[in-house]
């Protein structure tokens, strides 16, 4: 069969309420989790299989439709995630038009956590739930032949007007004995990102699933077991991005860092292959120290990034983050002596945050001297703690994320978590005024111009300067 694995565009995603300031500065990356499916597709030898990103190549309405039908594939595969799942809906009103004898696939965490609403939608024929490189081939067999069905893991489907169910797959045991996403099969050339100037850049995930368990974190609910790669293995795959032209690695495991052991032996073989490709990292506060940071350093690291989330204590514990603010300063300093570029990641608008708090976050930022401090307005996740403690308290009227589940709009916003006294427009102006009182420093300006690299460093320098400074580019902090 022919069998197309789709990313859809990105024109009507849900706001992540980080400002436009800063959305406007984001590349586009490889979709990681649709190229392990494609990869385990082709591997199993009976299909072929094609890959089109309808959000890198900026494609409209039409040249997709176009591209579709070009293809006429019998399959088609997409991502459905909780933020994409507007643009999702609208390119299967184009895969329908353009080869409306296809079987059209929903992947992603959506169907994980909205079985019921995925299915009901009756847009797509079949959703996968969990981990899709067993289950996908599994389905493409039972449509191949019409029979088995039921045989296939993860499995959600309408039939005679009920939904079927089938449990998700048990977890992967063995991730090296998945082939290599088919970085292959992408335009490479289209894949670049705000972090460092040396494009194209690969994705590359080295583990999966996260032993932590933080508030306002879904990954905690469908991957709180951490299962990692063989050092060899990740070290082929990164050769395999080498080889294709790739020029950056950013490893986008949920915490990189997480056994120290396994850290270092993977940092000793990267060395040692010699592979001469930078590479970013994921780490964690308690989890990395500086014998980590100095061997990541050596392997051809960076760049680092690490959640603060906030400076105060008291937020911290309501956000189920049990770390020292003294310590989360201490390691960006271990960081930064190691030579390793960092970006801290804080959250404003926490349940129940004063401007005290978010005074304390500024002060540990300017302590900690990270290279970036990346600064979202808190979201409150489908699946989090935080959601589930909202709905039952009544701070949320409704189950607003299952509602859009069930019927997703484009101009959807979820709410913010406000105070009595903090509404949506006060949490916009104190997520400016962090930004703004942090990065437009007489000290910092001076540290970030003697540290460029170059034309490029210098060229994404200016546009974050000047987004920082243009007023009409924080509409998304919702003043």
């Known amino acids: 069969m022919r069998?197309?694995?789709?990313?859809?565009?990105?024109?009507?995603?849900?706001?992540?309420?980080?400002?436009?300031?800063?959305?406007?500065?984001?590349?586009?990356?490889?979709?990681i989790g649709l190229l392990y499916v494609a990869a385990a597709a082709r591997e199993d030898g009976r299909h072929e299989v094609s890959f089109l990103d309808a959000h890198a190549e900026r494609l409209d309405d039409a040249k997709l439709e176009r591209a579709v039908g070009l293809l006429r594939p019998d399959v088609v595969g997409l991502p459905v995630n909780t933020f994409t799942l507007p643009d999702a809906v609208e390119v299967v009103k184009i895969v329908r038009r353009a080869a409306p004898e296809s079987v059209v696939v929903a992947g992603g965490l959506q169907p994980f956590l909205y079985p019921r609403e995925t299915a009901a939608l009756s847009l797509f024929d079949y959703a996968l739930q969990g981990e899709a490189e067993r289950s996908f081939p599994a389905l493409l067999a039972a449509i191949d032949e019409w029979e088995g069905f039921e045989r296939v893991p993860g499995i959600l489907f309408q039939r005679g007007g009920r939904i079927v169910t089938n449990p998700p797959p048990a977890p992967l045991e063995n991730l090296d004995e998945l082939p290599f996403p088919a970085h292959d099969l992408t335009p490479i050339r289209r894949?670049?990102?705000?972090?460092?100037?040396?494009?194209?850049?690969?994705?590359?995930?080295?583990?999966?699933?996260?032993?932590?368990?933080?508030?306002?974190?879904?990954?905690?609910?469908?991957?709180?077991r951490f299962r990692t790669r063989s050092a060899e293995n990740v070290i082929e795959e990164m050769a395999f991005c080498k080889s294709l032209g790739i020029r950056y690695i950013l490893f986008y495991d949920e915490v990189m860092t997480v056994n120290k052991e396994r850290m270092l032996a993977l940092c000793e073989g990267i060395k040692g292959r010699d592979l001469r490709l930078p590479w970013m990292a994921r780490a964690r506060v308690g989890s990395v120290d500086a014998e980590t940071f100095a061997a990541m350093k050596r392997a051809g690291c960076d760049l680092v990034t690490m959640g603060i989330e906030s400076g105060s204590p008291r937020v911290l514990a309501r956000l189920n983050r049990p770390v020292d603010?003294?310590?989360?300063?201490?390691?960006?300093?271990?960081?930064?002596?190691?030579?390793?570029?960092?970006?801290?990641?804080?959250?404003?608008?926490?349940?129940?945050?004063?401007?005290?708090?978010?005074r304390a976050s500024l002060r540990v930022a300017k302590?900690?001297?990270?290279?970036?401090?990346?600064?979202?307005?808190?979201?409150?996740?489908?699946?989090?703690?935080?959601?589930?403690?909202?709905?039952?308290?009544?701070?949320?009227?409704?189950?607003?994320?299952?509602?859009?589940?069930?019927?997703?709009?484009?101009?959807?916003?979820?709410?913010?978590?406000?105070?009595?006294?903090?509404?949506?427009?006060?949490?916009?102006?104190?997520?400016r005024w962090f930004y703004r009182r942090f990065h437009l420093r007489p000290a910092y300006i001076l540290r970030r111009l003697f540290s460029l690299r170059g034309p490029g460093d210098l060229a994404r320098h200016l546009r974050g300067l000047r987004a920082l400074l243009s007023p009409r580019r924080w509409n998304a902090a919702r003043e």
Request: charged share 25%; with cysteine.
């Open 3 to 31: 069998v197309l694995l789709l990313n859809p565009p990105e024109r009507h995603t849900v706001q992540a309420n980080l400002p436009a300031a800063v959305e406007g500065l984001r590349g586009a990356t490889p979709p």
């Open 191 to 224: 894949y670049r990102s705000i972090v460092t100037s040396r494009h194209p850049i690969g994705i590359v995930i080295s583990s999966r699933g996260c032993p932590f368990h933080c508030a306002f974190c879904s990954h905690s609910v469908t991957g709180k």
């Open 367 to 431: 302590k900690a001297g990270p290279d970036l401090v990346h600064a979202s307005v808190f979201t409150p996740y489908p699946a989090t703690d935080l959601y589930e403690e909202g709905r039952r308290t009544g701070r949320f009227r409704t189950d607003f994320w299952r509602e859009f589940a069930a019927e997703p709009v484009a101009n959807f916003r979820p709410p913010l978590w406000t105070e009595p006294d903090v509404d949506e427009a006060e949490i916009g102006r104190r997520l």
């Open 325 to 358: 603010t003294a310590a989360m300063v201490e390691t960006f300093r271990q960081a930064r002596r190691a030579g390793l570029r960092t970006i801290a990641y804080f959250m404003i608008g926490n349940p129940d945050e004063k401007m005290a708090d978010v």
